[in-house]
Nanobody
């Protein structure tokens, strides 16, 4: 069973930057790792992800501001967030699924506990 642990959440002012990390354990083959977020009172939404050596993909709302990368040789997925806005405030979750990234978030098989990002205006 793949286990995921997020870190790096914090409180920042609008325009600031944060880098989130997602460390995976027991991941021994090609996996998709993605970031999701959920704001209070809203549905969970996908931020973006990366499957194996494929290029990362992003939600329209974060394109040009967020960058997903994976550390070579380690199962750590990063989410570099620049130009943060108050609407980016949410709990950020890392999720993983074997092979390619699922179209539905319900098909992700492993989830982390989340890390809180709060952006103040």
């Amino acid at each position: 069973q793949v286990q995921l642990e997020e870190s790096g959440g914090d409180s920042v002012q609008a325009g600031g930057s944060l880098r989130l990390s997602c460390a995976a354990r027991n991941m021994y083959s090609r996996y998709c790792m993605s970031w999701f977020r959920q704001a209070p009172g809203k549905e969970r939404e996908e931020v973006g992800g990366k499957a194996g050596e494929d290029s990362p993909f992003y939600a329209e709302s974060v394109k040009g501001r967020f960058t997903i990368s994976k550390e070579n040789g380690k199962n750590i997925l990063y989410l570099q967030m620049n130009g943060l806005k108050p609407e980016d405030t949410a709990m950020y979750y890392c999720a993983a699924s074997y092979g390619y990234c699922p179209k539905s978030q319900d098909d992700y098989t492993s989830w982390g506990q989340g890390t809180q990002v709060t952006v103040s205006s």
